[in-house]
């Protein structure tokens, strides 16, 4: 059964970096496209990132600061974060897109449009 696990989340102070890692297991999702969502407690599902298409496309509040990649040879996709503020405090999900869409880039940011989900990783910034 495939699954997607995530690591690399914690604790951090304001300012400091993290790289988040969402590695496949039981499916190779090498022609598949990753994004990465983050959501707070009672709120829904926040669009971050998302290399498809060989491009990157990036949630405005982390434009700048967030870098997304993937190395297919470890079935793995990662997410950089730099630049962390206390409002990055959330739990950061990985995700694998149903179809690429490539002529359909404003589908990327839609969490229906992705069918497997890694449980998450809790991101703390502290001030």
């Known amino acids: 059964q495939a699954q997607l696990i995530e690591s690399g989340g914690g604790l951090v102070q304001d300012g400091g970096s993290l790289l988040l890692s969402c590695t496949a297991t039981?499916?190779?999702?090498?022609?598949?496209?990753m994004g990465w969502f983050r959501q707070s407690s009672g709120k829904e599902r926040e669009f971050v990132a998302v290399?498809?298409?060989?491009?990157?496309q990036y949630s405005e509040s982390v434009k700048g600061g967030f870098t997304i990649s993937r190395e297919n040879a470890k079935n793995t996709g990662y997410l950089q974060m730099n630049s962390l503020k206390p409002e990055d405090t959330v739990v950061y999900y990985c995700?694998?897109?149903?179809?690429?869409?490539?002529?359909?880039?404003?589908?990327?940011?839609?969490?229906?449009?992705?069918?497997?989900w890694g449980q998450g990783t809790q991101v703390t910034v502290s001030s």
């Open positions: 995700a694998v897109l149903k179809e690429n869409y490539c002529a359909a880039p404003n589908r990327w940011t839609r969490a229906e449009e992705y069918y497997y």
């Open positions: 039981g499916h190779t999702f090498a022609n598949n496209a």
């Open positions: 290399l498809a298409c060989a491009t990157t």
